[in-house]
């Protein structure tokens, strides 16, 4: 809502010398939030002067344009010689004339310059050049005797009035209106406000024959006519400029009018050509297939939950929203009939999302409107178009309807105290909800069971609470157990709940009083195991040299086509979004590896060469089976444990996974000699380091899965299940992606590791080791892993460690199909000096266990 | 090699004469002094103290001599041994440390050159944001709740007072998750917000409940230096008995502090969020002009605009009709709850001017980071 502080003004008691900047500070403090203050002079300096034409001659010129030749009294001695293109004006006229050394809005500098063969000595500028409207067919022509030459434009036009631009919450629809703005500000500055008071005439149903089939939807629909408009009469530019201010298009006198009042009272009103109506106006829901063709010119297929008003023709307005192209003010119009309505919030809001068609008007339905300012804003219109348009008031005043019911709401005296933490006597409480223009009348605490909020139709608030536990007692209140009924004023719909209540006194008493108190929560037991397994988990990634990255977790499926995934691969399986930021990127990932790969090949693509990237996130798996939305369920009260699991079950599952990709040198190269490059091992021992973290060891075997070249892709077993791959990526996807050679990579279902129990701290023995070396000759496709474990069961109790330090194939020396591989271990007893005779007992048992399981035998 | 009953042999027995035994020191001095390294020094020991030296040969002499001539024959010839010795002992100690002193210069390396091997260590600084926030409110005796990401628009909507006809629904700018039929009508949606984990808490506990939900949310905005459709918050609740604003104002001023420094406070500014009533908005005191820019137009301030505050987040009481959509009961508890960016404040606190820098993972952003945002 943007709005002119000389219109609010109009409604409040602004204290003398208050800067607009001040004004805005006060707002704030209310709870407004005011984004801007500015001014439309802001873009304009130098002289800018009212000037009267006293002659002219219209000069024909060779491109066919005639231009005029102006004298014009700019209040100096002399007239100015002045060019001008527009013809829309007379002598005697008043316009406005900007002068040489003048700069206009977008630092348009004016000087004296030749043109058509005449110096001319300023320029007679239009609404648009001025900033302050769109109209540049014409000059900007003023009323007659509204000024004299010579006299400050910026004055005149009222551009100097300054605009505040404020960002209105949902609540507070009563703010999308100068009358709303003026009211808070006289709170918050604890100035009076004027309201409007002039006198309306009876309701007689007589300005035109309306009914209401739904008075759900419309509880009150007040209609007023005017006849005999001129429909060329301009809109004056004090309005229009104060329609620019307000970020409004001036389009012609009766809409500039219906929209003018609309922002200074918050009523939206719609002003339908009388000739264009066929017959009664009712409200009704449309039906089925209906259409209608809107003001913008789209025909919209109407829904039966759509509010419309109608005529003997069907439908003419999209109530609330938008009116109809049939029944549109035009140049000729002469009789209007003018609607303020009051339209059931939820269904203008259905409406603007079923139509995706938000309006001025709307947003103030959807908000909520004073259902009491419809007389007054159908009276001010009918005014101005009489003043302005030439308009005659039609007599009668049509009202159907009376709106919703008062609410009223009782509130303990002291619970604002209490929930505020200050001490707030009730006193206070009532002064300042009758400053928001509630009736506060006090009830005793009997009284109170009776009392219903009927907002929700939940119970009234009852007694205090007992505030000695917990955090402490709340301040004394000077009536405790003392109770207000409270009926807040009919601009307020928001005000429901005794909590509403509670913020519109501590909202004007000043949050800057209330004191900061730390709570003391019970004792905690900080991160839980699982997150803390999270952390030490990422933290080992990124000490092993990866950087981590959090990728959107947005997919294109595509990418699943580069990976080569069979077409019933469960990783294509994916949850689609209805409104995806790009088409190409619609589903949700079921894999952190399509954008750590898109990473990758972004950092190269920056100049980094060695990369090691990590992501630890969710991916999201739909349900095994299609699952229907869940019921609808209220929120009066918890629902049951059966309902929340029926929601339960449609959210679907989102595991954590934890992923890896590497490219270049994983050890870099430099003076101390060569760099390594990063591989499928890397990407295995990344997810070793996972499992120490979580202090398990992962099995590894040989897989072939996409997009892993099947050479070099490992499955990562956990007590038996997969719970990840690692390897190199297949040739033809790292072809396919743009990828580094070799790139390698890791995912692992995060979720699968659970949070260590307490290490057990280990016997050490301090008796002297035997150290031997073993070499065995096996067969090449026995997986290493696998003669490790037969060596680590064939050793038996004295083997204290065993690594493979070396891998070694020769066909020549070995044979053909045949690997050795070397085994450093490292024996020892609990209990006595082991001899070399008891190790090499136990070496030998090794090989023989190893010979058993594959042929192994012990290397030359 | 002579026997004891060997004849007795004058000339032989010259040899241990003083004179002999002199000019055999002598020698030996002469020997270890021109020796100027270690191997020098062991031939000359090997000549001088072996046992075909000089003075080893006059050694064996002694048996042949008369009893009476051993006793003082074997004393001349080991105080010259002794002294030979000894001149060795000091010899070879000189030429140690001259040796040691001239391997530690040979072996002096110049400890400036590099080694960067391995690659840097570098962990997100949305990650470590996020850890840190948890921290300091772990350290309070708070925990750290989290929730799905993709959620039921009940927990995301309607259990927080954001009824299906509310215009904060709509101002969401919410992803929508396809329905089955292809219809956006699937119940789901990615959370625009933590405070579905909130809901979930209370649903599932009793309270006292003191939490903080940090995690990622999704509105349809496009990626630009400010916005991103990706994003974090970190969401507080607090549900007691007797809890009130004041408590709000102390948890949002403590969290300040732990963030931005001491004396780095906030303000509350009265807003509405459907799920808080009353609600505010809390400011962020500037914690680089620290206010001292307002009304000061010789120092502005880019980081507040000299405004002196900085727009922080939301919070507010949680509405009553939230306490009873969860199960608990107004009329006992009360609580209060806030939520902030997580990137906003991350950009503030390390000073991070751009939104995509932080969004696209290049990987010489997070390495600027190292363990600890
Ligand atoms: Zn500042």
């Not at chain 2, 002794?82 to 002193?101: I, K, P």
């Not at chain 2, 009873?324 to 001017?353: H, K, L, Q």
Request: hydrophobic share 40%; charged share 25%; proline share 8%.
């Amino acid at each position: 809502m943007r709005a002119s502080v000389s219109w609010i003004a109009e409604h409040v008691d602004l204290p003398p010398g208050l800067t607009p900047r001040e004004l805005g500070e006060a707002l704030v403090r209310v709870g407004l939030e005011v984004e801007r203050v500015e001014s439309a002079a802001d873009g304009i300096s130098g002289p800018l002067v009212v000037g009267r034409v006293l002659s002219f001659v219209d000069e024909p010129q060779k491109n066919g344009k005639v231009i005029r030749w102006c004298s014009v009294d700019v209040g100096e001695d002399e007239p100015r010689g002045i060019v001008c293109g527009a013809h829309n004006f007379a002598a005697g006229e008043l316009i406005v004339a900007v002068l040489p050394g003048a700069t206009l809005p977008g630092g348009f500098a004016i000087s004296a310059r030749k043109t058509y063969g005449h110096v001319s000595d300023g320029m007679i500028c239009s609404a648009r050049e001025l900033g302050i409207g769109e109209d540049h067919a014409g000059i900007l022509v003023l009323e007659a005797d509204s000024a004299k030459p010579g006299d400050d434009a910026l004055d005149v036009l009222g551009l100097r009035d300054a605009v505040l631009d404020i960002a209105v919450t949902p609540d507070r629809g009563y703010c999308l209106s100068v009358r709303g703005l003026a009211r808070e500000a006289g709170a918050a500055l604890d100035v009076a406000f004027h309201d409007f008071t002039m006198a309306l005439p009876a309701a007689d149903q007589g300005a035109y024959p309306v009914t209401v089939a739904d008075p759900i939807g419309c509880d009150q629909f007040s209609a007023r006519a005017v006849t005999g408009l001129d429909p060329t009469a301009p809109t004056p530019p004090s309005i229009a400029a104060r329609l620019h201010a307000a970020g409004m298009r001036s389009i012609s006198l009766p809409v500039d009018v219906t929209n003018y009042v609309m922002l200074e009272t918050g009523q939206p009103l719609h002003a339908f050509d009388r000739a264009r109506l066929n017959g009664a106006i009712d409200v009704r829901r449309a039906s089925a297939g209906e259409k209608l063709t809107t003001l913008d010119g789209v025909i919209r297929v109407l829904d039966p939950d759509d509010l419309v008003v109608t005529d003997e023709s069907g439908p003419i307005a999209l109530a609330g929203v938008m009116g109809g192209a049939s029944t549109e003010i035009s140049g000729e119009t002469t009789d209007i009939v003018l609607e303020a309505a009051h339209w059931h919030p939820a269904a203008i809001s259905r409406a603007v999302r079923r139509h995706k068609l938000p309006s001025e008007a709307a947003k103030r339905f959807e908000r909520g409107v004073d259902p009491r300012i419809a007389g007054v804003a159908l009276q001010r219109c009918v005014d101005l178009l009489v003043e302005h348009g030439g308009a005659s008031a039609a007599p009668g005043y049509t009202v159907i309807g009376d709106g919703p019911a008062p609410v009223t709401i009782s509130l303990p005296a002291n619970r604002a105290a209490e929930l505020a933490g200050l001490p707030i006597d009730a006193t206070t409480v009532r002064a300042r909800l009758e400053q928001v223009g509630c009736v506060v009348t006090t009830s005793t605490a009997d009284e109170s069971t009776a009392d219903e909020s009927p907002a929700d139709g939940t119970t009234a608030d009852g007694l205090t609470v007992d505030g000695s536990t917990g955090n402490g007692a709340a301040p004394e209140t000077t009536e405790p157990g003392g109770l207000f009924t409270v009926t807040p004023p009919t601009w307020r719909p928001d005000l429901t709940d005794p909590a509403d209540l509670v913020e519109e006194v501590v909202r004007l008493v000043g949050y800057d009083q209330i004191p900061s108190i730390l709570p003391s929560a019970p004792a905690g037991n900080g991160w839980t195991p699982r997150q803390r397994l999270r952390r030490s988990a990422s933290r080992s990634l990124a000490e092993a040299g990866y950087a981590e990255v959090i990728n959107y977790p947005f997919l294109s499926p595509a990418v699943h086509d580069a990976f080569g995934l069979p077409a019933d691969d469960e990783r294509r399986r994916a949850i689609r979004l209805a409104n995806p930021i790009s088409e190409a990127e619609p589903e949700m990932r079921t894999s952190l590896l399509p954008g750590l790969l898109a990473n990758l090949v972004r950092n190269v693509g920056r100049g980094s060469r060695d990369l090691a990237i990590f992501e630890m996130g969710l991916v999201y798996l739909p349900a095994e089976t299609t699952t229907p939305p869940p019921p609808r369920i209220g929120v009066e009260h918890r629902p049951s444990d059966a309902e929340l699991a029926a929601i339960e079950r449609t959210v679907p599952r989102q595991p954590r996974h934890v992923a890896t990709a590497t490219a270049g040198e994983f050890e870099r190269a430099g003076w101390w000699g060569q760099g390594r490059l990063s591989g499928w091992a890397d990407a295995v021992e990344a997810a070793r380091t996972i499992a120490r973290a979580a202090r398990v060891e992962l099995d590894v075997r040989k897989g072939d899965i996409p997009p892993w070249h099947p050479g070099r892709c490992a499955e990562l077993l956990l007590d038996g299940a997969v719970v990840g791959v690692a390897g190199e990526l297949h040739p033809r996807v790292i072809a396919a992606l743009d990828l580094p050679p070799r790139t390698s990579a890791m995912e692992l279902n995060f979720d699968a590791f659970s949070p260590p129990p307490p290490a057990q701290a280990p016997t050490l023995s301090n008796f002297p080791p035997v150290l031997l070396d073993l070499a065995l000759v096996v067969p090449e496709e026995v997986p290493a892993a696998d003669v490790l474990a037969a060596v680590r069961t064939g050793a038996g109790q004295l083997l204290e460690s065993v690594r493979l330090f070396d891998v070694y194939s020769d066909p020549a020396r070995l044979g053909s199909g045949l690997r050795s591989l070397a085994f450093a271990l490292k024996f020892r007893a609990m209990d006595r000096t082991l001899t070399l005779d008891e190790a090499t007992a136990a070496r030998d048992a090794a090989v023989a266990e190893a010979a058993a399981r594959f042929g192994a035998t012990l290397r030359a | 090699m002579s026997g004891a009953n060997d004849p007795y042999d004058p000339k032989q027995v010259a040899a241990l004469s003083p004179d002999a035994l002199a000019a055999g020191v002598a020698a030996a001095r002469r020997a270890f002094d021109q020796a100027s390294n270690l191997d020098d020094l062991h031939g000359a020991q090997s000549a001088h103290l072996g046992d075909r030296s000089p003075l080893a040969l006059a050694n064996r002499e002694i048996a042949a001599l008369p009893p009476a001539a051993k006793a003082d024959a074997g004393k001349r010839i080991n105080a010259a041994r002794s002294e030979v010795r000894q001149m060795y002992a000091e010899r070879l100690a000189l030429l140690q440390t001259e040796r040691d002193a001239r391997v530690l210069v040979e072996e002096s390396v110049d400890v400036t050159l590099p080694w960067d091997r391995r690659l840097e260590a570098a962990r997100h600084p949305l990650t470590t944001t996020q850890e840190l926030v948890g921290d300091v409110f772990t350290a309070m005796g708070w925990e750290v709740a989290e929730g799905p990401e993709i959620e039921a628009e009940w927990f995301n909507f309607d259990a927080l007072n954001i009824g299906v006809d509310h215009p904060a629904r709509s101002l969401m700018d919410t992803f929508f998750v396809q329905g089955p039929d292809g219809s956006a009508d699937s119940g789901l949606v990615l959370r625009t917000h933590t405070s579905p984990v909130q809901a979930r808490v209370m649903l599932a506990r009793t309270p006292p409940i003191y939490i903080v939900c940090p995690g990622k949310v999704f509105r349809t905005d496009e990626l630009d230096a400010t916005h991103s459709p990706v994003f974090h918050q970190l969401e507080g609740l607090v549900v007691d008995k007797g809890i009130t604003m004041a408590h709000l104002k102390g948890t949002l001023d403590h969290m300040a502090e732990a963030f931005f420094g001491p004396g780095i406070i906030t303000r509350l500014r009265p807003s509405y969020f459907p799920f808080t009533e009353p609600s505010a908005e809390p400011d962020l005191l500037c914690f680089v002009c620290r206010g001292e820019s307002v009304g000061n137009p010789d120092r502005p301030c880019r980081t507040c605009g000299s405004e002196g505050w900085i727009e922080w987040g939301g919070c507010g009481m949680v509405n009553p009709r939230v306490l009873r959509a969860c199960g608990i009961d107004p009329e006992v508890y009360s609580g209060f709850a806030f939520g902030m960016g997580i990137e906003r404040t991350m950009m503030f606190r390390n000073n991070a001017a751009d939104m995509r820098d932080i969004v696209e993972g290049d990987v010489r952003f997070t390495a600027a980071f190292g363990m600890e945002a």
